[in-house]
């Protein structure tokens, strides 16, 4: 196997009239297809459509999407008032793609302050290349977060462990080497002999499609499982930690992340084995302390009842499908972040970790 050949989520190339690119993953692991986002519409439609997702994925691809929605200010010479009217009212729209994952918000946010922070730019393309420079900002900062998350995260996988997952939180879902897959692939490369077991994250399946894929890239060793299984291998005695990402985390370490992850962590719980979530300090909101707050994506239907195409139900059924899951912070044996392992898990030390240095 050709082991980590490079692959980027999102990628922008040129100055502010270049172009943003992403890996468009609804067509992995069949083909790689490289989507030119040319509108802030398509832009909108690819995070909806989950061509591109994973929490810090999305923020970087909203924070480019913001400078394409500015090109035609640019091209058009409109007036700086105009120009910022219009990168305003991309941010709005953009923050509408999806609601649980605070990246996308934390990630516009810096978007809206740029614009708002710089009321003197002399034109549209200064203020273009402003945003441009906060984008490539975040996006390199986020490569930084992941492979500090990954030297922490490493530091909990001993030699010898079996590691379960849920979703994708490796290149795919970040700018490059992921979160909670970055402590897997640190530990691989410095050569503990780790096994992972992947659920496959029903309905849209992160797991076997793009897990599975990345850790194949990778040369981890490793294991695909349906979601209902993970007790049952638990149980087995091959699973000696469990680590996964996050879209939101609040004030107290409560976490929001892919359905079914509550089910693994309390499955943990119950065979005592440690459960780790891996996330940049961009994926906390402190605004909130219980996790019944963080809102929580509903998606179509059809994801359940047409799983990639053809009918798998009755028609005219009832169908629940919340894309995401909060599990209570008491679950959570510890929260690794780009600044260092969070353990135990109290409000205060939560705080003092994410806001101090941010402020
Ligand atoms: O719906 P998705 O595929 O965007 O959900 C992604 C997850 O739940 C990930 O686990 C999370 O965003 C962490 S990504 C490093």
């Known amino acids: ?45 690819a995070i909806v459509a989950l061509r591109v997702r994973g929490a810090p994925a999305i923020g970087i691809t909203a924070a480019y999407g913001v400078v394409v929605a500015l090109q035609d200010s640019i091209r058009h010479r409109a007036s700086t008032p105009d120009a910022a009217h219009a990168a305003l009212q991309a ?31 002399a034109s549209a393309v200064e203020l273009g290349n402003l945003l441009l420079r906060q984008a490539r900002l975040i996006h390199d900062e986020d490569r930084k977060m992941c492979h500090a998350i990954g030297e922490y995260g490493a530091s909990l996988l001993s030699d010898g462990f079996g590691v379960l997952t849920h979703c994708n939180t490796g290149g795919l879902a970040t700018s490059e080497y992921g979160t909670a897959l970055a402590a897997i692939f640190t530990a691989h490369r410095s050569g503990k002999k780790i096994h992972v077991y992947a659920d496959e994250t029903r309905p849209l399946l992160q797991g076997a499609r793009l897990t599975m894929w990345e850790l194949q890239r990778y040369g981890v060793p ?3 499982i349906c979601d209902s299984m993970a007790a049952q291998v638990m149980r087995e005695g091959k699973i000696q930690a469990v680590i996964v990402g996050a879209d939101r985390i609040t004030a107290r370490g409560d ?4 359905i079914g992850t509550y089910g693994v962590a309390i499955a943990a719980h119950h065979h005592r084995i440690p459960f780790y979530v891996a996330a940049p300090t961009s994926t906390f909101d402190v605004t ?11 998606r179509k239907p059809e994801e359940i009842t047409h799983g990639f195409g053809r009918r798998t139900a009755p028609e005219g059924i009832s169908v629940y499908n919340p894309a995401f899951d909060v599990t209570p912070a008491e679950y959570i044996t510890a929260i690794v ?9 109290e409000e205060g030390r939560i705080r003092r970790m994410v806001v101090a240095e941010s402020s």
């Open 1 to 45: 196997m050709n082991t980590e050949v490079p692959y980027a989520s999102v990628a922008w190339s040129g100055d502010t009239l270049g172009a943003l690119t992403i890996l468009d993953q609804t067509l992995l692991p069949l083909q790689e297809v490289q989507l030119e986002l040319r509108n802030v519409e398509s832009v909108h439609e």
């Open 91 to 121: 941010c709005d729209y953009l923050a509408t793609s999806r609601p649980t994952a605070v990246n996308l918000f934390w990630a516009l946010d810096r978007m809206r302050r740029t614009v708002s922070g710089n009321p003197s730019v």
């Open 222 to 224: 490793s294991t695909l």
């Open 255 to 258: 976490t929001a992340n892919k």
């Open 288 to 298: 909130i302390t219980s996790g019944d707050e963080i809102p929580i994506e509903q």
């Open 337 to 345: 972040t780009e600044r260092g392992i969070i353990h135990p898990l």
